[in-house]
């Protein structure tokens, strides 16, 4: 019985100093070395200082930036507590929310024409999700170009020009990153006026 006990108690402690520290501390170092960008967070600098991470949706409040879709992780865009509503399509709450959301961004988008596009009201499963389609970045583009004081023509090829195509040709839909999106507005059209988010 000792001479088990001794083999399991080995076979456990060099099990876990393999799987539990070796094999991450090697992963985590060749990522570094041949992907140092993603590795790192992908993280996005504006004027020297960090904004964000270019994998993680952060809310936009001035009606001179793109808006993600909502967000039900934690507080909303909370990256420690990913994680969607878990309402399901009977949900009064759900429909209630849609509701308000769908009145919301009527009322901000005033010329904005056609249907308020789903996934502007709709959360992503992980609440985090910081991409749109190109159809509700160009849903938005005249409430942004009032805010800002240009062109509705301007916004649209920041849109068409940000847009990403689906991997490998034939994997996931046409996407825009909405932070960078962002970021793009701002060094295309800087000012104070549109400094905050």
């Known amino acids: 019985m000792k001479t088990e006990l001794l083999v399991?108690?080995?076979?456990?402690?060099?099990?876990?100093?393999?799987?539990?520290?070796?094999?991450?501390?090697?992963?985590?170092?060749?990522?570094?070395?041949?992907?140092p960008y993603r590795a790192g967070g992908s993280l996005l600098t504006k004027d020297g200082r960090v904004v964000g991470s270019e994998l993680i949706a952060q809310g936009f409040k001035s009606p001179a930036y793109f808006q993600p879709r909502p967000s039900a992780a934690g507080d909303g865009y909370d990256a420690t507590g990913s994680s969607g509503s878990n309402l399901g399509p009977t949900s009064q709450k759900?429909?209630?929310?849609?509701?308000?959301?769908?009145?919301?961004?009527?009322?901000?988008?005033?010329?904005?024409?056609?249907?308020?596009?789903?996934?502007?009201?709709?959360?992503?499963?992980?609440?985090?999700?910081?991409?749109?389609?190109?159809?509700?970045?160009?849903?938005?583009?005249?409430?942004?170009?009032?805010?800002?004081?240009?062109?509705?023509?301007?916004?649209?090829?920041?849109?068409?020009?940000?847009?990403?195509?689906?991997?490998?040709?034939?994997?996931?839909?046409?996407?825009v990153n909405v932070l960078l999106l962002n970021l793009d507005l701002d060094r295309r059209f800087p000012g104070p006026a549109h400094a905050g988010s």
């Open 8 to 35: 399991a108690l080995r076979m456990t402690v060099v099990t876990l100093v393999l799987t539990g520290l070796l094999y991450p501390l090697a992963i985590t170092g060749l990522a570094q070395a041949a992907f």
């Open 94 to 175: 759900l429909r209630d929310r849609v509701a308000a959301d769908v009145a919301r961004l009527r009322s901000d988008n005033p010329q904005a024409a056609g249907a308020v596009p789903v996934e502007l009201v709709t959360a992503s499963g992980s609440g985090l999700d910081p991409h749109l389609s190109p159809e509700a970045a160009r849903w938005q583009a005249p409430r942004i170009a009032a805010a800002r004081g240009v062109a509705p023509k301007e916004i649209l090829d920041l849109v068409e020009a940000r847009t990403e195509a689906r991997t490998f040709g034939l994997l996931g839909e046409p996407r």
